[in-house]
């Protein structure tokens, strides 16, 4: 698989066309394998009891396979998420950036299928796991 945006490619493009979130992210690594992003945690992303949110946790893992998608069909602003859902599987460490790993699984000419593991940075046990499918607009 050919990548049509690399590392600082992902990176530009989430400032040109989500500076709503670009801050949050950090492009770790693109891949043919897949992207991995880096997630900053805050004191607002933590819920009573000390972790880290669902609502956190799952845009992580939506952003990172947007960014998987485009990596392989090029900067299209417009592919969406059409399906998502979330196992969370351990308590997230407080305060500690998380890493989710995105995969597509299956990208065809109007839907990608992929998933994405979120770990806690610096340890294996992933916290989360996320499968996403994305509609790619109609290619002129």
């Given amino acids: 698989m050919t ?8 990176a530009a493009f ?8 670009e801050k949050r992210f950090k492009v770790l690594s693109v891949t043919p394998d897949g992207v991995d992003l880096r997630r900053a945690v805050t004191q607002s992303d933590l819920r009573p009891g000390g972790t880290v949110s669902g609502p956190a946790l799952f845009g992580l893992a939506d952003v990172a396979f947007y960014l998987a998608v485009l990596s392989r069909i090029g ?3 417009l592919a969406v998420t059409t399906n998502a859902a979330i196992d969370f599987m351990r308590k997230p460490a407080a305060g500690v950036p998380v890493i989710g790993s995105a995969r597509v699984l299956k990208l065809g000419r109007a839907l990608a299928v992929g998933d994405v593991l979120l770990r806690s940075e610096g340890q294996e046990a992933p916290v989360a796991r996320a499968s996403l499918t994305y509609s790619i607009p109609p290619r002129s």
């Fill in 75 to 77: 900067p299209e602003a």
């Fill in 14 to 21: 989430l400032v040109t066309e989500f500076p709503q979130v």
């Fill in 3 to 10: 990548l049509k945006m690399d590392q600082a490619e992902l």
